[in-house]
């Protein structure tokens, strides 16, 4: 490809709405327009990049055996009715009416379609395993679409689904595609990471997430470095910091703590450590009818040590508030502790609740808690003593670094991601709920085991360029930059010379397979070099009538702080030696 037959449109500043680094410079180095509100027309140049992307997910997921097929992007709402997501899905699923008044959402994902496929397709146990799989556009709604094509509202992703007669062969299908999602990113030449997941709203029982490792990554990735644990923050086991409960110390004291509302403030004003103090967290539960009123509400009270944080994901899996829980009202906490919030503890409440104490502060003694009076704390509390035994004992706290490891093998520590891959075992779901069978061996309907796996094909743009760029704009891996090498002649439109060999060295270049582009615009050095620096071509040939004279060339890797010389008849081998290293 030569420039001048290319479009190429760089620009010195984002614009003012661009937040992100990534953002910022998809904008500034022309890869993505914005047309509205979280909706972007891909350029020439991103669509290069999203090509190779697409191309190395084809490729691996064609010699996993999963089949490609393409579904529709406008989906019937019966389908969705028959999963009950219709209803259940929030405001992301775009729903609409045609003209005949017939329901339509706009897919943000596939499962109804794929299975409503494979329920009139498959119709035996000899045609299974089957994994489809499609690169396809998705729409959701976002309240607030931000971060360029890192939340966006439309976007490309590859969503694959496989079909298996029994667990077995489900976890066989699970297995095949994270080995290959794994090959995936690997051959993107991107660093990650894959971390044990929630399985979230889309259900199932097995998940993991493909995280992109980057500083500026809003997921929090739990790992341990000298062994094999890795989580997200969601589901990162956080094991007891107290072995055993000691023995009570000492006398329960009521405290005067005047303004100190937070366990900071308080342990400061005690003169002890944060993590003597209890954080109180009040959560309520309703029975509801058929129209949705409240029957009656149950009060919960949460307890974690002072300087740990809540995890709502892991809470939700407490046997009581797996229904759906909510945050009390002040009304509610006022009733339940007679004050409100700043001073609440579980001494004395004024009407009965739900205790249930994270596993760190059931082996705690002579800890801090509110008084349930305003202005004041209890010090010296302890389980049994002062207080009943917790209702229940559960993980419900965010782990922290240098806790230990749950595989034992060190202690936890803790790196920003950005999630572009995820692979569920859904089990059977939607089969269940859609009614998709198949005849087993004993000629008997048998659900399918469904499992499904997605790639945020778009999105891996943006985390690629979160995870490596400098101050002169994107620095891409060789195997997804629009072009691999960029050839830059000082006057291509003024010297004879000098376009002869930039013509010869683009030409075997080509022939030998290289993604190379021949800058032919005749800008000025400096604004040709700043284009391809933003843009991010991983290799730089620069050729001059001066350097000719003595016979050499000029390459330049992206990352690398200087020119190397190279004699001209040895460049397009030195240019392959490099892109291959």
Request: glycine residues 10%.
């Amino acid at each position: 490809m030569k420039a001048s037959q290319f479009f190429i449109s760089t620009l010195k500043e984002a614009p003012a709405d661009a937040e992100i680094v990534s953002h910022k410079l998809m904008m500034r180095a022309g890869f993505i327009k914005k047309l509205g509100a979280g909706l972007y027309n891909y350029m020439p140049m991103g669509l290069r990049t999203i090509r190779k992307v697409e191309a190395i997910i084809r490729d691996e997921l064609n010699k996993a055996g999963a089949i490609e097929l393409v579904m529709p992007v406008v989906q019937p709402a019966e389908l969705w009715q028959e999963t009950g997501r219709f209803d259940k899905m929030g405001e992301e699923l775009l729903r609409f009416k045609d003209r005949h008044e017939r329901d339509f959402v706009m897919q943000p994902t596939a499962e109804e379609v794929v299975t409503d496929i494979a329920r009139q397709e498959l119709r035996s146990y000899r045609q299974l395993p089957k994994n489809f799989y499609q690169i396809q556009t998705k729409f959701r709604d976002e309240r607030r679409p931000r971060f360029g094509v890192m939340r966006g509202r439309e976007f490309t992703m590859k969503d694959a689904y496989s079909f298996d007669r029994d667990v077995e062969a489900a976890g066989k299908s699970y297995d095949a595609m994270y080995a290959a999602y794994t090959r995936i990113f690997q051959r993107l030449g991107l660093q990650f990471r894959a971390v044990a997941a929630d399985t979230g709203a889309i259900g199932g029982d097995r998940s993991h997430e493909f995280q992109v490792i980057a500083d500026t990554g809003e997921d929090a990735i739990i790992y341990c470095p000298t062994g094999d644990y890795a989580a997200n923050i969601e589901l990162a086991e956080a094991l007891p910091l107290i072995a055993q409960r000691g023995a009570a110390a000492e006398a329960l004291e009521k405290v005067a703590t005047p303004g100190k509302s937070t366990c900071a403030d308080v342990a400061e004003l005690l003169g002890l450590p944060l993590d003597r103090t209890v954080k109180s967290l009040v959560l309520a539960t309703d029975e509801t009818n058929d129209k949705g009123e409240i029957l009656k509400s149950t009060v919960w009270l949460l307890l974690v040590r002072g300087d740990h944080d809540l995890n709502e994901v892991k809470a939700s899996k407490v046997e009581g508030l797996k229904v759906g829980f909510r945050f009390a009202t002040e009304k509610e906490i006022v009733e339940h502790f007679g004050t409100k919030p700043g001073y609440l503890g579980p001494v004395k409440t004024a009407k009965p609740l739900k205790v249930v104490a994270d596993r760190t502060v059931a082996n705690m003694a002579d800890f801090v808690v509110g008084a349930n009076e305003e202005g004041f704390h209890i010090r010296g509390v302890n389980w049994g003593r002062d207080l009943p035994e917790p209702d229940l004992v559960a993980d419900i706290r965010n782990v922290v670094e240098g806790d230990p490891s749950p595989d034992g093998k060190g202690v936890l520590a803790i790196q920003r991601g950005i999630e572009v891959g995820h692979v569920f075992y859904l089990g059977t779901k939607y089969s269940k709920a859609m009614n998709a069978t198949f005849l087993d061996v004993d000629g008997k309907p048998k659900h399918f085991e469904m499992g499904c796996y997605g790639i945020g094909v778009t999105r891996i743009l943006g985390a690629a360029i979160e995870q490596k760029y400098d101050e002169r704009g994107i620095i891409w891996p060789d195997a997804i930059a629009p072009f691999e090498v960029v050839i830059c002649p000082v006057g291509y439109d003024r010297s004879e010379d000098v376009k002869a060999v930039a013509d010869k060295l683009y030409a075997d270049l080509g022939a030998q397979g290289v993604d190379v582009i021949l800058d032919d615009r005749g800008e000025r050095p400096g604004a040709m070099f700043a284009d391809w620096e933003l843009i991010g071509v991983p290799h730089r040939v620069v050729l001059g009538d001066k350097g000719l004279k003595e016979g050499l060339a000029e390459y330049q890797g992206r990352q690398d702080k200087e020119a190397t010389k190279v004699a001209v008849g040895d460049i397009a081998a030195h240019v392959l030696a490099q892109r291959k290293a």
